[in-house]
């Protein structure tokens, strides 16, 4: 049996796609989820699971190393492909599985056939970086595993793995000190973001947070959750029943996040499948009755409250001291807290689906909070996270990260670019 010439075949007919969305890449990756479920191609959640590498969104050149990495540790047979825009994530897909194709001579593979599949037109890699800087961008159990990467300067041990340094906890002890970057391309993550941890033991010491990549091209990017908003700003009419379908479908979305964090697959999809019909405006009618059940089953969950509690607290004044608005300060609590503000959030917009009254910015909140392009929200959520992250184990680190959900897009996004350049 050819087994190199069956691997081809079942990878081209169904092949598994990492998705590594970038910021401004929102609208692009929500594009490829649907379609990945409509065509029912499974997700991988690290490169050893990966056929297809899927880029969303424009260009970054800051982000290339680490994307490089990603393909690097990708087994062959295996194919990248690039969608800047949602009207290209069709073709993309329909590009990658071409290049995962099985060779003309089905029974005599080549090793130089490789080449050929692992590219395609207009791939942007950067082949020659070193890439010894870790593995952090590895794919949804990065942070969880102890298989993430580190920050470099360190000696690596067999694996990848880092080796540990030496530091005093709080009790005066020596421990094993642990520098592990989490993104910027973790499964079920804030696009882009890298948050770096120094840990001892399982627990946080130390948090640092890159500066979010910015397009080499400013007009590329787009912050789709606040899209509405912006326009409004602008001064164009946009409907009440728009904004708030976009901000319900945006809590949708972060809480399809923190459920597949969380453990709960199966939530997380219908999450997703709702946010959708969200977005392709499904009428309130159609939409309303999964809508409350859903948020009923989610927010009655006992098992979920369990595994949250007491996880990331902040308190409401702590939070708008932060400059924090929105779920993440009316919750005023943990983890538990700020996810069931967002199914109370999605039930309060729901009767105003179709609301045809003008949209005031100053009225109602983005979905991160009041909108301001001189200080968008999810600069203040990104701002937070080393308070709540220093002192927490790191299996709660990306709960923390999924129950407050900054958007990088809204900090590199055309309206906002420029604002801040006056």
């Known amino acids: 049996m050819d087994l190199t010439g069956l691997t081809l075949r079942v990878a081209a007919a169904r092949p598994h796609v990492l998705l590594a969305a970038v910021p401004g890449g ?10 990945l479920r409509a065509r029912d191609w499974p997700r991988a959640s690290t490169p050893a699971q990966a056929d297809l590498l899927f880029v969303a969104g424009p260009d970054l050149p800051e982000l290339r190393t680490p994307l490089e990495r990603l393909w690097r540790d990708m087994p062959a047979p295996r194919a990248r492909v690039h969608a800047r825009t949602a009207d290209e994530v069709e073709d993309a897909l329909n590009a990658g599985r071409g290049l995962l194709g099985p ?11 490789h080449g050929a599949r692992e590219r395609h037109e207009g791939d942007d890699q950067t082949p020659g970086h070193d890439g010894h800087d870790g593995h952090g961008d590895h794919g949804g159990h990065g942070g969880h595993d102890g298989h993430g990467g580190h920050g470099g300067g360190q000696t690596e041990m067999p694996g990848g793995l880092p080796m540990a340094g030496q530091g005093a906890d709080r009790d005066g002890l020596t421990l094993d000190q642990l520098h592990l970057p989490l993104g910027p391309f973790l499964a079920d993550w804030p696009a882009g973001l890298t948050v770096r941890l120094v840990l001892q033991g399982d627990v946080v010491q130390r948090v640092d947070v890159d500066e979010p990549a910015r397009p080499f091209d400013d007009a590329a990017a787009e912050a789709f959750w606040v899209h509405p908003w912006l326009r409004a700003a602008s001064g164009e009419p946009v409907p009440v029943g728009e904004a708030v379908r976009r901000r319900a ?5 972060s809480l399809g996040r923190l459920l597949a964090v969380a453990g709960w697959p199966a939530e997380a999809v219908r999450a997703r499948r709702l946010r959708d019909d969200l977005l392709y405006g499904a ?12 948020t009923r089953r989610v927010g009655r969950s006992r098992t979920l409250a369990w595994l949250t509690r007491g996880i990331g607290v ?6 708008r001291e932060a400059g924090v608005g929105g779920p993440a300060a009316r919750a005023g609590g943990d983890v538990t807290s700020r996810y069931r503000q ?9 009767p105003r689906l179709e609301d045809p009254a003008p949209l005031d910015v100053a009225v109602e909140d983005s979905p991160r909070g009041p909108w301001s392009a001189e200080h968008p929200p999810s600069a203040a959520l990104i701002a937070l996270l080393p308070r709540l992250l220093e002192g927490a184990e790191l299996a709660a680190a990306r709960l923390v990260v999924a129950s407050l959900d900054p958007d990088p897009d809204e900090l590199v996004s055309r309206g906002v670019v420029e604002v801040a350049r006056g």
């Open 249 to 253: 479908a945006a809590h949708l979305d």
């Open 342 to 350: 967002w199914l109370a959030d999605i039930r309060h917009d729901l």
């Open 314 to 319: 902040v308190t409401a004044q702590k939070a």
């Open 103 to 113: 060779p003309a001579d089905a029974g005599g593979h080549r090793e130089g056939d």
């Open 26 to 35: 929102t609208a692009v990756r929500l594009a490829a989820e649907r379609l």
């Open 283 to 294: 009428p309130r009618a159609a939409v309303a009755p999964r809508l409350e059940r859903f």
